[in-house]
């Protein structure tokens, strides 16, 4: 049996997880999907004063109080900041790193500095309406909800304790490409050190195909 740890991105819930948790579940695997504060079923939390840090604790706090180790820690899109900074304090309690079509930040980066420039205009424009709080992309499904500025203006500090980690996989969708997360496929795919996939669904990977999420995760597990 294998554990997973599973973290949404901006402006959802763990619901996007839900189908591939559900199949990794009938296989007989540990799976815990965390909601991340001011979002999704904590969308009754959202504060402008939310960071990335709280973020981050909200996944450590959770894996401290489910005793986990050796775990799989995935995450999609803004999750990929998310996991990026506990493998930064985690280490080697992690088994591998999977970025589900996210973003992956070199040390002293945020969100911001690795977006394009279309996001952080609409980040900037969003300040308008409620400063503080990210209104999800126009065209984005209703239950999306605002995301907290801070936490896409807060940058990952590298301590040396993510280099216990040799085994990372990423997933880039493909239906849209190229997107903002292109270039991280790209470097990525060049490095010998990372098994890296492509599917052809638009940027919910896990949505859209959750039995090859599942077996692409199961394979980060092996």
Known sequence: MATFVLVHGAWGG??????TA?????????VH??????LGEKKHLISPAITLE??????????AAEGLTDFVLAGHSYGGMIITEIANRLGKAIRSL???????PRDGEALWDIADEPSRKHYIDAQRDMPGLVAPFPGS???????????????VKMTGAEQAITRCTYIYATKDAPTVFTKFHERVKVDPDWKVYS????????VEKPEETAAILLEAAA
Do not use: C
Not at 33 to 38: D, E, K, S, Y
Not at 54 to 63: E, K, L
């Open 14 to 19: 763990g619901q996007g997880w839900h189908a």
């Open 54 to 63: 709280t973020h981050v604790t909200d996944v450590t706090n959770m894996i």
């Open 98 to 104: 999977v970025y589900v079509d996210a973003f992956l």
């Open 199 to 206: 599917l052809p669904t638009g940027h919910g990977v896990m």
């Open 22 to 30: 559900k199949l990794l579940r009938a296989k007989g695997h540990d």
């Open 33 to 38: 999907i965390a909601t991340l504060t001011g």
């Open 141 to 155: 499904p209703s239950f999306l909800t605002r995301h907290p500025l801070l936490t896409l203006i807060e940058p």
